[in-house]
Each structure stands twice: as C-alpha cells, then as structure tokens.
C-alpha cells in the first residue's frame, strides 16, 4: 500500500517517450529502444490496436499518395457475382468505355463481375482504369483489367479513397456492397460533407423497387425529403448517365 506521506516530488518516476510512469508502474526492466533493437521474444506486438493504427495510417499514406494526382475520375460499383456472358457485364463494360471517352478515369473495387467489366471498358477504350480492393476471404485480388490498384486491409480507408478521388457515383446491379457505398455517399451529400456529387442508378427494372420504396414510404413517412430523393438519378440510358456526371463535373469546377 502507497504511503500517504510520502512526498509526492520523490515519487518513483519514469518517462516514457510522452508517457509518464509513476510509483509500481514506473519500474521496468528494459527501454523502448532496447525492445526495439532486440529480436528475440514474442511477436504479440504485431496484432496489437497500436500497430493497427500505424498500418491504417499507411493505408491512407499509400492511397493518397497514389491518387493525389489522378484526373477527373467516376467510381463504378456493381456486383462481383455478374456473370461474364451476361447483359449486365456488357452493360459496365460500355459504361466503363463512355466514361474513359468522356474523359473520366473509372474507378472500381477492383474486383470481378461489374467492376471487372467497368474496368475493361475503360481500359479498352484508352482510359485510366483504377481498381482500390479490399481484404476479403472469399475474392481473389485485383482483376486483369485494372491498370492502376492498390489493396486495402480496412473498409473504412479504401471508402475514403472513393470518395476523395471520385466527381460521381454510378450504380450498377449489386448486392449488399454496393448498397452499402450507395447509402454512404447519399448521406455524405445529403449532410454537406460532399458537394456537387452525382449518384446514378443504372437500371430500372433492378432499382425501381428500391426508388419506389424510398418514395412511397421512407419520403412519404417524412424520414426524407423530396429533395433528398432528388440525389439520386435513375435511369437505363449509358448516355443519360454519363451526361450527368459530367454536368456535375462542370458545376463542381465552377465552383473550385
């Protein structure tokens, strides 16, 4: 037990870098810079919270430092399960052509399905073709058609990425990922953190049910307003798609 007399200025006391220890804390056998320079013992270290901030503070070195000068771009999400031979592939990959010839470097996950095909066209038609992956148990790295990529461990980091570094959002078909950067970038323009940042939905017939509910009951229930519906651009015209995001472009830099 501490004596409660003693004089607080003779207390044991020990620095650590920024860290001060104090009394039983402040005894400890080696220095930082002696376990730094020593190999042996255990390797815990390396799955600690600490070590994981320094390498999501590289993930977000590597990737700005990768895009910081990529040209006006358009992210591309849609399923990694679109089957190769179907209308759906051929749908990202025109899209992916449109927007290389309008000019966009098209960004996707970098996976295959609609990104994949997303890429393809971009790559084809003489475009910046962007992949930024993630960590996944179940996908198997960059696809072939991506000329420029980077791989993230954290979903939070690479999302980041999308947004920086994207003038717009356009939907194709997807699952639970798409609709999950879909949500995210409606909320980031509908609270100001983003301006001027397009969301297109390409297809009707799959996203006119998920339009029509967000009309008829989230908006009609007053959760959202008739101008946070007018966020989203629906549509099964590539041209009408790619008209929007590159007016939103030229509105963007007229105010920049």
Excluded at 15 to 34: A, C
């Amino acid at each position: 037990m501490a004596d409660e007399n003693a004089d607080p200025q003779r207390l044991p006391e020990k620095q650590r870098g920024p860290v001060v220890l104090r009394r039983s804390r402040s005894i400890e056998p080696t220095t930082t810079d002696q376990r730094l320079l020593d190999s042996r013992g255990p390797a815990d270290w390396v799955h600690t919270d600490p070590w994981r901030v320094l390498r999501i503070q590289a993930e977000f070195v590597e990737g700005f430092g990768m895009l910081a000068e990529l040209p006006r771009a358009a992210t591309v999400f849609g399923s990694a399960r679109t089957p190769p031979d179907s209308a759906e592939y051929e749908l990202g990959r025109e899209l992916g052509a449109r927007l290389a010839g309008a000019g966009f470097a098209v960004i996707t996950g970098g996976g295959p399905g609609a990104m994949e095909a997303a890429n393809r066209g971009a790559s084809e038609a003489g475009g910046l073709s962007v992949g930024l992956g993630i960590e996944l148990p179940f996908e198997q790295g960059l696809n072939p058609w991506v000329d420029l990529g980077i791989n993230f461990r954290y979903f939070f980091a690479r999302k980041t990425m999308f947004v920086k570094y994207s003038q717009a959002f356009v939907c194709l078909p997807g699952g639970f990922g798409t609709l999950d950067e879909l949500f995210e970038a409606l909320v980031l323009v509908q609270t100001k953190k983003v301006t001027k940042f397009p969301v297109v939905l390409l297809g009707t017939e799959y996203w006119g049910g998920l339009y029509d509910w967000i009309a008829k009951t989230v908006m009609r229930d007053g959760k959202v307003s008739p101008r946070d519906l007018d966020l989203l651009h629906i549509t099964d015209d590539i041209d009408d798609a790619v008209d929007v995001v590159n007016e939103a472009y030229h509105a963007w830099e007229e105010t920049h």
